[in-house]
């Protein structure tokens, strides 16, 4: 694993982070261009009230008006989640180069978990995958997030 993969993937879990904060599912993500962060995304569709707004989506979106343009072409994203079919989507769209990922998704996970849509030989676009970098972190993160829902969810239930 590259030590670039791994600061990036720490930065991406500090979105993550605040997603959390926020009360969302804690995913967060970066785009890098040349070596620089130039987009950033937590995910956020309960607090906007928008299922598109995942992490991936937001990143994207703030890197395409960084670079004005909506092709990526020469950039990678760090999400520390597997993406789900709608980002795989718009990964291929923007045409970026290389997707790295923290923890797998067996249940939504379209970069190989469920299904892999990069690897899909009709399509135009192939972006290059390296899946689980920091993918202890990034599963533990998500991991405890879930746990302490499910023990707000009991202490609720029981006081009703």
Same mark, same amino acid.
């Given at each position: 694993?590259?030590?670039?993969? /791994?600061?990036?993937?720490?930065?991406?879990? !500090?979105?993550?982070?605040? !997603?959390?904060?926020?009360? /969302?599912? #804690?995913?967060? @993500?970066?785009?890098?261009? /040349?070596? $620089?962060?130039? %987009?950033?995304? *937590?995910?956020?569709?309960?607090?906007?009230?928008?299922? &598109?707004?995942? !992490?991936?989506?937001? =990143?994207?979106?703030? =890197?395409?008006?960084y670079?004005?343009n909506?092709?990526? #072409?020469?950039?990678s994203?760090?999400?520390t989640?597997? #993406?789900c079919?709608?980002? @795989? %989507?718009?990964?291929?769209?923007a045409?970026?180069?290389?997707?790295?990922?923290?923890? &797998?998704?067996? $249940?939504?996970?379209? =970069?190989? &978990?469920v299904?892999?849509?990069?690897? /899909? #030989?009709?399509?135009n676009?192939?972006?290059?995958?390296? %899946?689980?970098?920091? @993918?202890? +972190?990034?599963? *533990?993160?998500?991991?405890a997030?879930? =746990? +302490?829902r499910? @023990?707000?969810? $009991? $202490?609720?239930?029981?006081?009703?």
């Amino acid at each position: 694993m590259m030590a670039d993969d /791994e600061f990036f993937m720490r930065e991406a879990l !500090a979105l993550a982070q605040q !997603a959390w904060d926020m009360g /969302e599912v #804690p995913v967060g @993500a970066v785009v890098v261009h /040349e070596g $620089k962060i130039i %987009g950033r995304g *937590a995910n956020a569709p309960i607090s906007r009230h928008d299922p &598109s707004a995942h !992490a991936e989506m937001l =990143a994207l979106r703030d =890197a395409a008006q960084y670079l004005s343009n909506y092709r990526l #072409p020469q950039v990678s994203l760090y999400v520390t989640l597997e #993406p789900c079919t709608m980002c @795989a %989507g718009v990964i291929m769209h923007a045409r970026v180069s290389r997707l790295v990922f923290g923890a &797998s998704d067996a $249940k939504t996970g379209a =970069a190989g &978990s469920v299904l892999n849509l990069f690897d /899909e #030989p009709r399509l135009n676009h192939h972006t290059e995958i390296q %899946g689980g970098v920091l @993918a202890a +972190e990034c599963g *533990a993160m998500l991991s405890a997030f879930f =746990a +302490e829902r499910r @023990a707000q969810l $009991k $202490k609720v239930n029981a006081a009703v």
